[in-house]
């Protein structure tokens, strides 16, 4: 059973930083893509960042230069470094993982619960 466990969401103030933290565990042998969306209250769910296997990224217009994703592939975990923080960056920000091969069949994609990030002073 492959599960996502976010971790580092939090209260921020606006300027500031947080990092954010997906392990994928199980019997993981390769995941295609990982990354992150966020969705805030009344709103649809948004790709935040996204990085392949060899390390392509992709990222929201409204974080470039702002937000950086990164990846353990040893780790199947994924990151998203947020610099400069806005309050219209705050929402669950959910990770997936995209293509993943486990021991169960196929290729399957899977979602973490989500972590809350809020940006206020």
């Known amino acids: 059973q492959v599960q996502l466990v976010e971790s580092g969401g939090g209260l921020v103030q606006p300027g500031g930083s947080l990092r954010l933290s997906c392990a994928a565990s199980?019997?993981?042998?390769?995941?295609?893509?990982m990354g992150w969306h966020r969705q805030a209250p009344g709103k649809q769910r948004e790709l935040v960042a996204a990085?392949?296997?060899?390390?392509?990224?992709n990222y929201a217009d409204s974080v470039k230069g702002r937000f950086t994703i990164s990846r353990d592939n040893a780790k199947n975990t994924v990151y998203l470094q947020m610099n400069s923080l806005k309050p219209e960056d705050a929402a669950v920000y959910y990770c997936n993982a995209d293509g993943v091969r486990s021991t169960t069949p196929g290729r399957r994609d899977y979602w973490g619960q989500g972590t809350q990030v809020t940006v206020s002073s």
């Open positions: 199980g019997i993981i042998f390769s995941i295609n893509a």
């Open positions: 990085i392949t296997s060899g390390g392509s990224t």
